[in-house]
């Protein structure tokens, strides 16, 4: 299966997908990274993995959907079957969701519908919910509210730092995005033994 990630940060996601070993095994091949911060530290990860990175600045063009089709124009040639979102701070339009229609998927660091948006782990922390988690979604034109595919609670430690509660969410991220790109693979594999 082909795959793109699309990041704008540290990239520990990424890192955790490209070096899964049972991932390389099923044939997980992402064949682009494609950041929108000239500075993000996902770059040199991806390029430590060999993994080709485009960058592109969204300022430098004129709308939201002129940047999102020069991300089409760039991954028609590589035939995707999915648009990873991994850190990936943007809001996708439907130029994007229109060509990957049910194939962009999004990891998000809390139990959605609670904690949508940017700051989840810490609002959730703030809150002293019981629990809080991970999230893995398909992408629709909102924040954070496309159909969920998995979750995975993590529940507060009382008197953790906020700090602590960061590391073990995004330990279970790097668990849980895998897991279910393996699953991805396995239906992905089916609809294509079946055309
Ligand atoms: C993760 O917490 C992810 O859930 C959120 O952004 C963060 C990205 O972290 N959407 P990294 O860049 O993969 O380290």
């Known amino acids: 299966m082909r795959v793109a990630i699309f990041a704008s940060g540290t990239g ?8 899964h070993s049972g991932l390389k095994i099923a044939g997980l091949e992402i064949v682009q990274l494609i ?3 000239p500075a993000a530290l996902v770059i040199q990860k991806a390029q430590q993995r060999q993994i080709p990175v485009t960058v592109l ?6 709308n939201r959907q002129a940047y999102e089709q020069a991300i089409v124009e760039q991954l028609a040639p590589l035939a995707i079957d999915y648009v990873l979102l991994a850190g990936y701070m943007r ?5 994007l969701l229109n060509a990957y229609p049910k194939r962009i998927i999004n990891i998000h660091p809390a139990l959605l519908p609670a904690f949508p948006g940017i700051h989840s782990i810490q609002e959730a922390y703030t809150a002293q919910v019981t629990e809080t988690g991970v999230t893995v979604h398909y992408i629709d034109e909102g924040v954070d509210t496309g159909p969920i595919i998995a979750q995975q609670a993590v529940a507060l430690k009382p008197g953790e730092s906020l700090a602590e509660l960061e590391q073990r969410i995004h330990a279970v991220e790097h668990q849980l995005y895998p897991a279910v790109i393996q699953t991805l693979i396995k239906q992905n594999q089916k609809e294509h033994s079946f055309k």
């Open 12 to 19: 520990s996601n990424l890192a955790a997908i490209a070096d």
């Open 35 to 37: 950041c929108d911060q």
């Open 57 to 62: 600045t969204p300022k430098t063009f004129v």
């Open 91 to 95: 809001i996708i339009t439907p130029v």
